[in-house]
């Protein structure tokens, strides 16, 4: 195995680069740390290259074993590119899925207008793994989900559930034949909705402006989730998950 120890190496900073929405983009590859995430890497076949510090690395054999290309690297190394406060020793380079279209999409969908912060992004992503839900759309005013904390929160969903980056999203979701359901604070009482039908895409907006005007004008349901106590909202990704379990149950559960 080739072991990198310092952060000057043109490699290392090439992984560095990943640290950014714009490295992401340029090399088309992200980075996931710890162990769980790097064996969904693996067992995906998105890992690259798996990093394991070099004091770790009899714990790794088995994540090492399994990789197309594993090294060693330095703590300093390791440090330098992960951003936790107590690095775990391992973490992969994953390519970036490739884009699929969205007319492809299955049945449960959400899409995020302007959700700006990436562990609510990754927690939605999780739910909508959990929930066995088909697919994540965002818009450009959404948190990369690809950045360190949207995946660390994703729990591997990031593996599993396709996101649709969509650049008019008001135009994506008009070319969708699913029944839009907006979360609004203004909307109809929640759980009185009538059945959405088979096809059910969700609508979560930006966590104090909610969704834009434009957007909820084209949801056929815009309803709010009680709040009976003294809360005048609930965080984005609370609300996100009790509409996908709505989703969930009033549709029959999916194995």
């Known amino acids: 195995m080739k072991t990198y120890s310092s952060t000057a190496n043109p490699r290392v900073k090439q992984w560095r680069q990943l640290q950014s929405a714009a490295g992401r983009r340029a090399h088309g590859q992200f980075l996931v740390e710890g162990e769980h995430l790097c064996q969904e890497a693996l067992a995906a076949g998105a890992a690259l290259t798996l990093l394991v510090q070099g ?19 330095s703590p300093q190394v390791m440090k330098a590119l992960t951003d936790s406060v107590t690095p775990q020793g391992c973490a992969a380079v994953c390519r970036l899925p490739q884009p699929q279209p969205l007319a492809q999409a299955g ?63 008001a135009a994506c979701l008009s070319g969708l034949p699913h029944t839009l359901v907006a979360g609004d ?6 759980f009185d909705h009538p059945p959405f039908g088979d096809q059910v895409c969700l609508l979560v907006g930006n966590e104090g402006a909610g969704l834009d005007p434009g957007l909820l004008a084209l949801a056929h349901h815009r309803l709010k989730l009680p709040l009976p106590g003294g809360a005048e909202s609930l965080n984005a990704a609370v609300a996100a998950g009790l509409m996908i379990y709505d989703v969930l149950l009033s549709g029959g559960h999916r194995q």
């Not at 049945?107 to 995020?112: E, Q, V």
């Not at 604070?185 to 929640?190: A, K, Q, T």
Request: aromatic residues 10%; charged residues 20%; proline residues 8%.
């Open 55 to 73: 004091d770790a690395a009899a714990r790794y054999q088995g994540l090492i074993a399994r990789a197309e290309e594993a090294c060693l690297v």
């Open 107 to 169: 049945p449960w969908l959400l899409a995020l207008n302007r959700l700006q912060d990436p562990g609510n992004l990754g927690t939605i992503w999780r739910t909508l793994d959990a929930a066995a839900f088909d697919g994540l759309l965002v818009d450009p005013g959404c948190a990369d989900p690809f950045s360190p904390k949207a995946v660390r929160a994703s729990m591997g969903a990031v593996f599993r559930v396709p996101v649709y980056f969509c650049e008019h999203l």
């Open 185 to 190: 604070l203004r909307g109809s009482p929640y």
